[in-house]
């Protein structure tokens, strides 16, 4: 699987849009991009995922580069509840998933 | 969503005990679940995959025969720590994969070994 980079941490105004970016330019043709959150001390929670074509879901949109070698996972109005590491994976459907370091998001009142 | 149990959400025990988790999937059947662990302050690292009424497939350094997997049903997963000692006090999560490879997430068990 593609190795992704991420900043380690990010911090958003509460009711602003919250643009977590992700490198993965070693990603291959049949690798997906996948975006987990964790909020302390639980377990992850899968928010979106995509090939090429952006996606957009009730929690969020995945905006993925032409060029597929990097993305960015957009929350359209940060809350309090969405402070939490944010993962950004990518893999084949086959593959198991990698959880990198991830991004630190705090959302600040 | 898909909903992923798992009990006991902490559990203290004694050094030489064995603990078993329990994984469950509530509203679907998961043939293929993982286990992964969670040191403080890092990151989910994949234990092993287990798959229903076959053997775990676990990852390297992991020991087997110190982490028991069982998968008897396609809705539960166990795993047992067996003669746990402090250094596997951690947070064990569990997953169960549904269509298009998604993975949804237990909440996580919290061992601690005094």
């Known amino acids: 699987d593609a190795k992704t980079t991420q900043p380690t941490s990010m911090d958003c105004a509460e009711g602003r849009a919250a643009n977590l970016p992700c490198n993965h330019s070693t990603i291959s043709g049949n690798e997906y991009v996948y975006w987990y959150r964790q909020i302390h001390s639980q377990g992850p929670q899968y928010i979106i995922h995509?090939?090429?074509n952006n996606e957009t879901n009730e929690m969020a949109s995945l905006i993925i580069t032409e060029d597929r070698k990097s993305s960015t996972l957009i929350l359209p109005h940060a809350t309090l509840r969405d402070t939490a590491v944010y993962y950004c994976?990518?893999?084949?459907?086959?593959?198991?998933?990698?959880f990198g370091t991830g991004t630190r998001l705090t959302v600040i009142p | 969503g898909a909903v992923v149990s798992q009990h006991p959400s902490r559990v203290i025990c004694k050094s030489g005990t064995s603990v078993k988790i329990e994984c469950r999937s509530l509203?679907?059947?998961?043939?293929?679940m993982f286990w992964y662990r969670q040191f403080p302050k890092q990151s989910l690292m994949l234990m092993a995959t287990?798959?229903?009424?076959?053997?775990?497939?676990?990852e390297q350094g992991v020991e087997k025969d110190k982490f028991l997997i069982n998968h008897a049903s396609l809705t539960l997963s166990t795993l047992t720590v067996t003669s746990a000692h402090p250094e596997d006090s951690s947070f064990y999560i569990c997953?169960?994969?549904?269509?298009?490879?998604?993975?949804?997430f237990g909440p996580g068990t919290r061992l601690t070994v005094l």
């Open positions: 997953s169960a994969e549904v269509i298009y490879n998604e993975q949804f």
């Open positions: 995509g090939l090429k």
């Open positions: 287990s798959n229903e009424g076959s053997k775990a497939t676990y």
């Open positions: 994976i990518a893999k084949t459907g086959a593959n198991n998933l990698f």
């Open positions: 509203d679907f059947q998961a043939t293929t």
